[in-house]
């Protein structure tokens, strides 16, 4: 019989699975009555092996949950961190998941997230929660708010509310808006059973409706000379940032964020338009950041200093362009706020996370 531990290792490895996550997106975890096993932050769910796992003391965790947390956003965030810091057992050193004591608000003992572009037609449209309410009635709901910490209690309140409303029960499936979802269960089975229902439905509903249920296939790359000039203003624009370009034929991006992990490899906004010097550095006075992700009338540019980066970001703007015509099933896409896109950007853990992955 396999253990807890190799259990959701091949869970990780399932869920990690191109139609369920991108890049180092989606976290998972078992548990016992004192120890949660939490995926490392910063690595990818196909490439956790069961001794990979943090293991945190699940009393020191719950801490958190009753922290006198000061209202500044950057202190709340040092403080949350040591005490998730603390909560580490020393045999398995490392940084936990951020979304950790989500993991362990779910009595079950495995619980799987993910960020399935599937779902997120949905998560990310003005018509999300309506529609779930509608076609997944058992699962539990939660309009959007900041990662970590703020999330974390959110969830809490939102499980236990569930659980007095359900007769203790507590919900297998819960969507976050604009992010993606969580599946608990008590065995791998159950887990299964959970994101197959899901899946069967969303793509029952988007064939129904002519949208795309697989990647929309790319549009030919830009003839090769008008990829040599375009790297050329970027590389003369964006310097070491622009040491990789990956160019693909042009599609219709998003206008904002989707989602915490589409701004995170992609950045807040895609440049739209033809390509000079004086246009980008308005784009970024604008802004305030260089963008990574040019979309002109012929190709999509993706720019970073490594490989990884660039194919990254490139990655991230096509699935982002991929969700907006999901959302047209639900009402159209809905961005991140104004000021969720700015926590996210200030947000020391994603950026951690951005340099490891
Ligand atoms: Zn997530």
Same mark, same amino acid.
């Given at each position: ?6 259990? +959701?290792?091949?869970?990780?490895? &399932? ?17 016992? $009555?004192?120890?949660?096993? +939490? ?14 796992? *943090? ?29 998730? &810091? ?12 951020? &979304? ?25 449209? /003005? ?26 209690? =959110? ?23 604009? =992010?993606? +979802? ?19 439905? /969303? ?7 002519? /949208? ?110 991929? *969700? ?20 996210? $950007? ?12």
């Amino acid at each position: 019989m396999q253990t807890a531990l190799e259990t +959701i290792a091949t869970l990780s490895h &399932e869920f990690g699975a191109d139609d369920y996550v991108m890049g180092g997106g989606g976290n998972t975890s078992c548990k016992n $009555e004192v120890t949660l096993w +939490i995926k490392p932050s910063g690595t990818t769910l196909q490439a956790l092996a069961p001794d990979r796992f *943090i293991a945190m003391d699940r009393a020191r965790l719950a801490g958190l949950y009753t922290l006198a947390a000061p209202p500044d956003a950057a202190a709340r965030e040092a403080l949350v961190k040591s005490v998730m &810091e603390a909560a580490v057992l020393p045999a398995t050193p490392g940084r936990a998941s951020v &979304e950790a004591p989500v993991h362990d608000s779910f009595q079950a003992r495995f619980v799987v997230h993910t960020h399935p572009t599937l779902v997120n037609g949905v998560a990310c449209s /003005l018509g999300g929660a309506a529609f779930v309410r509608r076609r997944f009635p058992d699962a539990l709901w939660l309009d959007y708010c900041d990662p970590g910490y703020t999330l974390s209690l =959110h969830v809490r309140e939102a499980l236990a509310d569930y659980r007095r409303r359900h007769g203790d029960r507590e919900p297998q499936v819960m969507w976050l808006e604009n =992010h993606g +979802i969580f599946v608990a269960g008590d065995t791998a089975d159950d887990i299964r059973a959970a994101y197959a229902a899901v899946m069967e439905t /969303l793509q029952a509903f988007y064939k129904h409706l002519g /949208l795309p249920t697989a990647p929309p296939p790319a549009p030919p790359p830009p003839a090769p000379e008008t990829a040599a000039a375009a790297e050329r203003v970027l590389r003369d624009t964006l310097g070491a940032e622009a040491a990789v370009v990956v160019a693909q034929g042009p599609v219709a991006c998003a206008a904002g964020p989707v989602s915490p992990d589409h701004l995170v490899y992609a950045k807040s906004f895609v440049y739209e338009g033809l390509l000079t010097a004086d246009a980008i550095q308005a784009f970024a006075a604008r802004r305030g950041y260089l963008p990574r992700v040019f979309s002109t009338p012929d190709a999509i540019y993706a720019c970073g200093a490594t490989a990884t980066t660039a194919s990254r970001a490139m990655a991230f703007a096509v699935n982002a362009a991929w *969700i907006r015509q999901l959302a047209r099933a639900c009402g159209g896409v809905q961005y991140l706020s104004d000021a969720a896109r700015r926590f996210l $950007e200030n947000w020391e853990v994603e950026s951690y996370r951005a340099k490891q992955s």
